[in-house]
């Protein structure tokens, strides 16, 4: 496995802070993409199996949804002041580079919440990636598509990720 990092820890450091947001993404009506795989028995102390988790590589997911909704917005522009089945919690879009020129599809996005739940997110054809699960914030966040894992150096306080990572520090696993 190879662990990358996302950008530099200054555009990393820039990108989380402060950033907030509720969501974006792909133009799908399926039910909501997240899993909440928590196990409703823990502590929420964090363990030796918790870190191995975190850095898990994770193989491709089926790329799912079409290539047409604006891969790079900001979601949370548009999606804040949706119904709640379109307001997404955390969405963003994963890219091969941080320049932003080519959508990863099939990668899984895995966030953890201040609560200690963990979501999977896969990546639509287009790179996006999106779910209108409730999460308590700050989260963690790494993106992965085997061999490739990169996470986020710090938590992130918001979910509209592309609201902080835009052209030159867009989200992306090499």
């Known amino acids: 496995m190879r662990a990358l990092a996302l950008t530099t820890a200054v555009a990393l450091a820039a990108a989380t802070i402060g950033c907030s947001g509720g969501g974006g993404g792909e133009e799908d009506t ?21 870190e191995e988790a975190a850095t898990t590589c994770e193989p491709p997911a089926t790329a ?4 047409g909704h604006l891969p790079g917005m900001d979601c949370g522009s548009c999606h804040d002041s949706m119904a709640a089945d379109l307001r997404w919690t955390v969405s963003g879009t994963l890219y091969s580079d941080a320049a932003g020129t080519s959508p990863v599809a099939g990668a899984t996005v895995v966030v953890e919440d201040s609560d200690h739940h963990t979501y999977r997110l896969s ?20 993106a992965s598509r085997c061999p490739d894992t990169a996470g986020m150096a710090a938590a992130a306080a918001g979910g509209s990720c592309n609201s902080c990572h835009v052209a030159g520090s867009r989200i992306h696993l090499p």
């Open 30 to 50: 399926s039910v909501d993409q997240a899993e909440d795989l928590a196990d409703p028995g823990t502590d929420g102390a964090a363990d030796a199996d918790d």
């Open 64 to 67: 799912t949804g079409s290539a």
């Open 123 to 142: 990546t639509h054809t287009n790179g996006v990636f999106y779910t209108t699960q409730a999460m308590a914030f700050p989260v963690s966040v790494y």
